[in-house]
């Protein structure tokens, strides 16, 4: 049986995937935890537990004592955040994925998720149909990170036969829990903003083109990855996952279908030069083949759900 170990339940990510991996496991059989409050239906449905992935001993303790034989480690600062504390963003990013790659080793907690980001790659790496092979020369701290993180990985894998899975996520758009810090969450903050005040300022140019994924395709996209046959897996670095790709207008024209009168300004900020430095779009051919990816959601019907279930949300808390 399955016991699994979210870190990171409260974040933008985790608080969804708790909640889909409580429906296939059985509620008492993943436990959450974070540093912070998670939101009620994670507190509702399940275990929850204040754990700090930074500090060693008290995980291996938490792994041992609750049998832990998985770990979804989602726990990270993400690009535009890390740019301000750059030496600190390292550490916690790399300090937590060290944590749990050990645990995997003392524990048996042996089969491991963590995220990886399109963000790994760079400007001098081919932006368009970017490959899941190709020149990686990221030039921001998190990107740096997150290859560094791949590379670790993939060596525990090969060295300490840990069961390490990743995917190198686009940017997710969710309406449950916002990001934070991100270079793609404009696209979330713009439906947000929509609903308001039916205007946006936009912190990117109109025609900057980034990957994109909505949050349903990938947790359905993590939950395969991590139910696959180990034998299909060619890759234990992280795979590609491409989603959609669409620029600020792209967006803008799309929320328009629903409110005519919506308006959208721009003023670049320092993300810019990130999202510049980032693949406009994702060739995830490897996944396909591998492991059966597969997503559903185009930028219509994403807009659709995000303009309804952030109405809704935003009227509930009037
Ligand atoms: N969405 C992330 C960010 O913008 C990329 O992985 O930081």
Not at 58 to 65: C, D, P
Not at 208 to 216: I, K, Q, R, S, Y
Not at 231 to 260: C, E, Q, W
Not at 264 to 277: G, H, L, V
């Amino acid at each position: 049986m399955e016991r699994i170990l979210v870190i990171g339940c409260s974040g933008q990510i985790g608080s969804e995937l708790t909640l889909a991996l409580r429906k296939i496991y059985g509620n008492k059989n993943v436990f959450a935890t974070d540093i912070k409050q998670p939101p009620a239906d994670i507190l509702e449905t399940g275990p929850f537990y204040l754990l700090d992935v930074l500090d060693y001993n008290n995980l291996l303790h938490f792994a041992v004592r609750f049998k832990i034989t998985q770990v979804y480690n989602l726990a990270a600062v993400l690009s535009g955040n890390a740019e301000k504390i750059p030496q600190q963003a390292w550490d916690i990013n790399m300090r937590a994925l060290m944590n749990t790659l050990e645990l995997a080793r003392d524990s048996d907690a042996k089969k491991l998720f963590w995220p990886s980001s399109i963000a790994v790659f760079g400007p001098t790496t081919p932006r368009h149909n970017t490959p899941q092979l190709t020149v990686m020369e990221p030039n921001t701290v998190y990107g740096i990170s997150k290859l560094a993180g791949e590379r670790w990985g993939e060596y525990y894998h090969k060295r300490y036969g840990v069961d390490f899975r990743s995917l190198r996520y686009p940017g997710l758009i969710s309406y449950k829990t916002e990001a934070g810090g991100g270079t793609t969450d404009y696209a979330v903050e713009i439906y947000y903003e929509a609903i308001r005040n039916n205007r946006y300022n936009c912190f990117l140019r109109e025609d900057t083109a980034l990957p994109m994924m909505f949050m349903d395709d990938a947790i359905n996209a993590t939950i395969k990855l991590m139910d696959a046959d180990p034998a299909k897996l060619s890759l234990r670095s992280s795979y590609n996952v491409g989603g959609m790709s669409f620029t600020p207008r792209d967006v803008a024209n799309a929320i328009r279908k629903h409110r005519p009168g919506f308006e959208i300004t721009y003023e670049p900020d320092f993300r810019q030069a990130i999202a510049d430095s980032w693949p406009a779009s994702i060739d995830d051919s490897v996944a396909r083949a591998d492991w059966g990816l597969s997503d559903s959601f185009n930028l219509d019907s994403m807009t659709e759900v995000m303009l309804r279930e952030i109405g809704k949300k935003l009227s509930n808390q009037e």
